[in-house]
């Protein structure tokens, strides 16, 4: 089926969902070596097939420049020979995890005999809709078939040479592996109607998985009848203490907002205490790497190639090279400026003080809170889960990056001699 082929969309994704039904039964009861088995064959694939995978990733980027992409989203876009080594060496750190599917959690023998357990099962059919990021294709596929799932992919049109090129090393894994080519599916066609489709098919996918800008994200979230699991903005903080150390606080500033700017681990707001006696140097350090500073009249004091920063900066998500900077009196007014303008994602703090340190790691509400790290560690793989299907910010079910644990449920398990209840 071609994109120009006239489809019913809704008739579409019922047929994959009621395929992905199927073969989601077949993997919850799939021993582990033979989930494994698939994803290192998968792995095995990738990188034979690394020459084709890098040519239809060349289509995109043609395509992408040519639509006027932003540099954010083509760094995200582009597969380097490097880079499919790491999608194929992320299945195979996935395929040597500990399988949660059958796991007990805990176990409990009532007053009367009863004997209660409760087991981690698979989710049943995950969607993932997600754009730019080809190797989200392999993350997620992967992730969600390891935890028993069947996964249903819908990737964003500019990456969908690539996709597909991935998406086969996937299925050729599945075949040699003797599983379901349906458990892991990639939705042939990019058109709006079929991400409505997906967030309407309840009964059909379990739960839906977005991995993309703000505007997606906000669209499954007001438009899905189906569970959502998923994070709208990464509005990352990095507070510097005045007792930071000051080589350590140059070096995380610079390699938190710089590393790769267009990761949703990015810092995009950096405070600083006033007491912190010399930060001239991180503000240079940020000026220096090509970073557009946007900072209040006291950061523009001490660095004049900072531009002014608007009230809206707080509580923007750049992902480009653009960070705003201003300075706090001590933790209380760090921790307050990112209650009222941080998104629950990841924040981090830079200080020696330890008493400090773990008042701001027990009260900053965010999924993923760190001292003395860079916050682009917010990341499945650094966190040894061996690749995430995407990062979490609510409140229920799983938080952070979420892999195979985060990727199932439970259920109860009781059993009896015979038992009434009077």
């Given at each position: 089926m071609t994109e120009q082929t006239p489809i019913d969309s809704t008739a579409l994704i019922h047929e994959m969902g009621r395929r992905a039904r199927a073969a989601s039964a077949v993997l919850a009861l799939a021993p582990t070596a033979t989930k494994a088995a698939a994803l290192m064959a998968a792995a095995t694939a990738l990188r034979a097939s690394e020459t084709a995978i890098l040519a239809a990733n060349a289509e995109d980027m043609a395509r992408g420049e040519a639509n006027g992409l932003t540099s954010a989203m083509l760094d995200r876009l582009k597969?380097?020979?490097?880079?499919?080594?790491?999608?194929?060496a992320g299945l195979e750190s996935v395929a040597k995890l500990p399988d949660p599917v059958g796991q007990e959690i805990d176990r409990a023998t009532r007053p009367n005999g009863l004997v209660l357990s409760r087991v981690r099962v698979p989710l049943g059919v995950v969607g993932i809709i997600y754009e730019s990021r080809p190797n989200v294709t392999a993350d997620a596929g992967g992730l969600a078939m390891m935890a028993g799932n069947a996964a249903i992919l819908r990737g964003g049109s500019e990456a969908r040479s690539s996709n597909a090129a991935i998406h086969a090393c996937l299925a050729a894994g599945l075949a040699e592996a003797g599983l379901p080519e349906d458990a892991i599916q990639l939705v042939p066609v990019s058109d709006r109607a079929a991400v409505g489709a997906m967030l309407t098919a309840v009964g059909l996918i379990d739960i839906i998985v977005p991995r993309g800008g703000k505007s997606l994200v906000a669209r499954v979230q007001d438009e899905a009848k189906v569970p959502v699991l998923a994070h709208l903005d990464g509005i990352v903080h990095l507070y510097i203490d005045k007792a930071a150390d000051p080589v350590?606080?140059?070096?995380?500033?610079?390699?938190?907002?710089?590393?790769?700017?267009?990761?949703c681990g990015a810092m995009e707001t950096l405070l600083i205490d006033r007491a912190f006696a010399n930060p001239k140097p991180i503000l240079g350090v940020i000026a220096d790497s090509g970073c557009e500073l946007r900072g209040t009249?006291?950061?523009?004091?001490?660095?004049?190639?900072?531009?002014?920063?608007?009230?809206?900066?707080?509580?923007?998500?750049y992902l480009d090279a653009i960070l705003s900077a201003k300075f706090v009196d001590g933790v209380d007014e760090a921790m307050a400026h990112i209650a009222a303008h941080g998104s629950h994602?990841?924040?981090?703090?830079?200080?020696?003080?330890?008493?400090?340190?773990?008042?701001?790691?027990?009260?900053?509400?965010?999924?993923?809170?760190?001292w003395n790290a860079s916050t682009q560690f917010a990341d499945g793989g650094e966190f040894g889960l061996g690749a995430e299907i995407g990062i979490a910010t609510g409140r229920l079910h799983a938080r952070g990056p979420v892999a195979l644990e985060g990727l199932t449920t439970y259920k109860w398990l009781v059993r009896g001699t015979g038992q009434t209840r009077p």
């Open positions: 597969l380097t020979p490097a880079r499919i080594e790491g999608i194929a350590m606080a140059r070096e995380l500033a610079l390699n938190a907002k710089m590393r790769r700017t267009g990761i009249e006291e950061v523009r004091a001490i660095e004049p190639r900072a531009v002014a920063v608007s009230d809206e900066d707080w509580d923007t998500e994602h990841t924040d981090a703090i830079v200080t020696e003080d330890t008493a400090i340190a773990e008042r701001f790691l027990n009260e900053v509400d965010s999924a993923i809170v760190a």
